[in-house]
């Protein structure tokens, strides 16, 4: 049951700050316990460990993508090379094997290398859903230090369980600091 | 007449990753200070070394304009000695250019949390040293525009297909990966640094700029899990690519039947070749940088001793690899192999030989001692003289194998003030990039460091 703030606005969420590392942990692990599912931790780093307090979802896709991606690239660049060396325009150079797969190495590596590299970014930018430069979070102040010493925890308002007053006194007890609600532009 | 003593047990302290245990503030601070300076405010010494740059960078624009209009003639290169200070510089470039991939992505499997401190610079420099390596194959093919057009997998007018069993396609397709992959990797650790610095950004434009470049990262956890995971496949994937880059550049040599060049050591022995090589640079740099930016609190003795450590291992890899090919060359029985290696030791490039000798053999073994890996005088000096003995292990490799190669028309390689002229050009735009890059990039990764201190890891381990 959403309550909708005097605010003309849509609700993104509500975010709160935390201290260190520990205070986010603890505090992320009791607001994954109280049922919610929208919610994200924020940090200057990447959290190591942290999908053992919260739910969020490890990268499971991802690497698949690269991988089925990279395979079709070398199997591609050895089509490449038959067809270019064996079948088009033969190369006869002193009765050496037409399809000579030894040397048709070097080139299928740094192809099936590289589309995997190029797969890799563009799928990582996909999920991350960048680039994106405007979004609530940025414009709110004080979030900025997120990049610097700050951390914090945000439940969004697309949460099935998301109630705005409820959510603030839960950070409140769980030493959250600088509790808001931030807007959607 | 010895008394038994009671054991004494004393927990040792490890030495601190970093200086003085600074706050992650700190650490923004530290690194974030010299970028967000004002542009009129930029130090002397920066402006003074970026001119020199400059510089330099125009004498590579007037050599290679000079050298596309007149031909390979103007080099030193004869009809035996097709390959003179052109390839050469180009293995050299490309070695210094591994030591960055090495860092990022083979440290990183290791799990070695010091490589934090010179990821960032090592990555940078992998970047322009690979940019400066391409011009050579480039322009060393006298009608570049006709050569690189047909390197590639492209339909030409004579409707033939590049030699995919040259080493000079698969240099082509090796270093573009290389470069791309490098360049990719170098932009995603970027990231969140970028993010950094657009938060603290005290100017519109300033703000726009590192807005755009980090494409509205935030430090969303959700976010990190894919991004630790894209980190983890460039490192898997550059792992091998590193390997793989300089086997393919020793296949330019070992493809061929040249004594000397024709030999199964050369994937191995030229890849520890480049790490080492791309150490001391990254080390002779660190030096000035970490002193001019005021990183030592990040850049701590410990990781300059590693990085010692890792040169002193590579250096004695090469040496090895020397003594190796000696042995062969005379075990083999072949009269061509021991008279080209005879020829290196004692004939009219002994003075090349003896150079690379010392250099790469005799004073990087100086590390073992841990008051020569600790004196920054002794790391700085001894990373010039890799450099110096990495560049004469080419040139000896590359020359004294072609100037006898024929019986009958023995040669000998005399530089010319071009390729003297064009090598500068390159360290012009090595320098003048490297320089942009530490004004207004972070020299170090900023976000990885901060993950490597006790507050990012309450729980201690990874």
Known sequence: MAYSSPSSNKIYGVVARFENVEKLLHAGEKVSQSGYTHIDAFSPFPIHGIEKYMKIPRSRLLPWIVFFVGLSAGISAIFMQWWMNTHDYPFLIGGKPIFSYPSFLPVTFECTVLASGLTTFLSLLLFMGLPKPHHPLLSHPGFERVSDDAFFIVIESKDPCFDEIKIHALFKNLGGMDIATVHEE | MTQAMPPITQVLEPEPLLQGNPSLTQITEIVSAPVEQEIRLTPLTWKICFAIALSMLGIFVFSVGYLLIKGIGIWGNTNNIGWGWDITNFVWWVGIGHAGTLISAVLFLFRQKWRTAINRFAEAMTIFAVLCALMFPILHTGRPWLAVYWLFPLPNQMGIWPNFRSPLVWDMFALITYFTISLIFWYVGLLPDLATLRDRAKTKLRFYIYGILSMGFRGSNKHYQHYEKAYMIFAALSTPLVLSVH???????????????????????????????????????????????????????????????????????????????????????????????????????????????SCNLIFPQLFWFKKIRRSIVAMFVISILVNIGMWFERFVIIVTSLHRMIPARWDYFYATWFDVLIYLGTF???????????????????????????????????
């Not at chain 2, 090595?430 to 201190?453: D, H, M, N, V």
């Open chain 2, 428 to 462: 012009g735009l090595f320098f003048t990039l490297f320089l942009l890059f530490l004004r207004f990039l972070p020299a170090i990764a900023i976000s990885e460091i901060k993950g490597t201190t006790k507050a990012a890891n309450p729980h201690g381990g990874d």
């Open chain 2, 247 to 357: 086997s393919i550049v020793s296949f330019d040599f070992a493809t061929s039947v040249l004594p000397g060049w024709h030999a199964t050591i050369f994937p191995p022995y030229f890849v520890a070749g480049a790490v080492f090589s791309g150490f001391g640079l990254v080390m002779t740099l660190m030096l000035f940088v970490r002193r001019a930016l005021g990183l030592k609190q990040l850049v701590t003795d410990r990781v300059l001793e590693n990085m010692n450590k890792i040169m002193l291992v590579t250096g004695t890899l090469v040496g090895f690899a020397y003594i190796t090919e000696f042995f062969i060359a005379w075990y083999s029985g072949s009269p061509a192999e021991f008279f080209t290696f005879k020829n290196r030791a004692l004939g009219p490039y002994a003075w090349a030989y003896w150079i690379m000798m």
